[in-house]
């Protein structure tokens, strides 16, 4: 299947500072990505969908002034949080919607964020 | 209303028995595609099996199949032969080509028993 991957695994920062999370599809071109956020023993929760070259389209309730989603080429898409307060520490997942018409989504290991 | 339904919150089996994952799906879409993906405790979604809504036939992956049935808008994931490694989260999900949304279900939590 494909790959795709993100970096930082796991991050902890300080309040008030901002965090900057990357999604890569390693082996095919992702027209369109999805950032989503998981909290303990809960289902995924997507924050917004990432389109390269154009601007990403948030869910209701995720504040996109918070949540910068750049998608600049086709194999790579950041997640900025901003000024990150301890309610912002949740595990975020993105994935890559694979070529099939049905458009099947890989998903990145996701990336442990921790706000002190 | 839920798009995703997963009733089953905690489920077990025993080593080397097969065991059904019960999702229900609820679209009006005539287009649709059905997913399932498995979560280990390390966190990583791993892509399991999918099943396209003009699909004959119910798809199979290894030890992974898919019981589709269609009209009563079902989607079970049957794993055959459970192994101590497939313990992990379970999550349903379903994309509507039209809307072009995903929907995860709230997942079931397997523990295989040796």
């Known amino acids: 299947g494909a790959v795709v991957s993100q970096h930082p695994s796991w991050v902890i920062c300080k309040s008030g500072t901002s965090v900057k999370i990357e999604c890569r599809s390693l082996?095919?071109?992702?027209?369109?990505m999805f950032w989503y956020r998981q909290f303990p023993k809960q289902s995924l929760m997507l924050m917004a969908t990432?389109?390269?070259?154009?601007?990403?389209?948030?869910e209701q309730g995720v504040e996109k002034d918070k949540f910068l989603i750049n998608h600049a080429s086709l194999t790579l898409s950041t997640l900025t949080v901003t000024s990150a307060h301890p309610e912002d520490s949740s595990f975020y997942i993105c994935?890559?919607?694979?070529?099939?018409?049905?458009?099947?989504?890989?998903f990145g290991p996701g990336t442990r964020l921790t706000v002190t | 209303a839920q798009k995703i339904t997963q009733t089953q919150p905690g489920m077990f089996v025993q080593e080397k028995e097969a065991v059904t994952l019960d999702c229900t799906y609820d679209?009006?879409?005539?287009?649709?595609?059905l997913f399932w993906y498995k979560q280990p405790s390390s966190g990583e979604m791993i892509f399991l099996i999918y099943?396209?809504?003009?699909?004959?036939q119910n798809a199979t992956e290894g030890r992974y199949s898919l019981n589709f049935q269609k009209a009563r808008k079902s989607a079970n994931l049957v794993i055959s032969a459970s192994q101590l490694g497939d313990s992990a989260m379970y999550f349903c999900?379903?994309?509507?080509?039209?809307?072009?949304?995903?929907?995860f279900g709230t997942g079931t939590s397997l523990t295989v028993i040796p």
């Open positions: 994935s890559a919607r694979g070529d099939r018409v049905y458009g099947e989504q890989y």
């Open positions: 082996d095919f071109q992702a027209t369109t």
């Open positions: 990432s389109n390269e070259g154009s601007k990403a389209t948030y």
């Open positions: 679209t009006s879409d005539p287009s649709y595609g």
């Open positions: 099943q396209g809504s003009y699909d004959q």
């Open positions: 999900a379903m994309r509507e080509v039209d809307r072009g949304q995903f929907y």
